[in-house]
């Protein structure tokens, strides 16, 4: 098992053996990665879900959280989702950068409900892993090179521990420099 130094107060399991801190097609997709066992996951209070109250309450670094967000743009009636991955201290760039990869004219985060519905994934848990298969994943490549960080599980009740680099190997992943931009 990988030692995580990120964790803070945080006792890690392999994610293999705590499916129930993940949601349905989070664990479905792990167990199709190269080596699941390399992964771990964390049950936190769902209270602190959110990355800067988690962060503070555990003792986590916020530079190795990532937070993932979904996002819908309409071109000819069709619309298009993504998800993008950037690092918590970051911003995804919504409106320059994954507007142009979707090829829309307008894009913005998808409405909560939605988000939940398409992803089958907890509003404030919702992870890159186990996304539906047509979705690209932009990954930013600050994302993609940090060696360990905290995502959400699927669940708010958890949490992953993964390495940057096997974010940027899931289907549909996209690394991208500059996908997060600094918060003002």
């Known amino acids: 098992m990988t030692t995580w130094t990120i964790a803070g107060s945080l006792t890690v399991a392999p994610a293999s053996t705590r499916t129930d801190l993940l949601a349905e097609p989070v664990a479905k997709a792990l167990a199709a990665l190269p080596d699941p066992d390399a992964l771990g996951v964390v049950e936190i209070d769902p209270e602190l879900a959110d990355t800067a109250a988690f962060c503070e309450a555990y003792g986590s670094p916020l530079d190795a959280s990532a937070n993932c967000v979904v996002v819908a743009g309409k071109r000819a009636g069709e619309v298009r989702f993504a998800a993008a991955l950037v690092l918590a201290t970051t911003r ?22 939605e988000a939940v519905e398409l992803t089958g994934m907890a509003y404030g848990g919702i992870t890159p892993v186990g996304l539906p298969s047509d979705w690209p994943i932009l990954v930013d490549k600050a994302v993609a090179e940090a060696p360990e960080l905290i995502i959400g599980s699927g669940v708010r009740g958890g949490k992953l521990l993964i390495p940057g680099p096997v974010l940027a190997t899931l289907p549909g992943a996209e690394v991208i420099e500059g996908l997060g931009r600094p918060v003002a």
């Open 92 to 113: 995804a760039d919504v409106n320059g950068t994954i507007k142009r990869r979707l090829d829309v004219r307008k894009a913005s985060f998808a409405p909560m409900d």
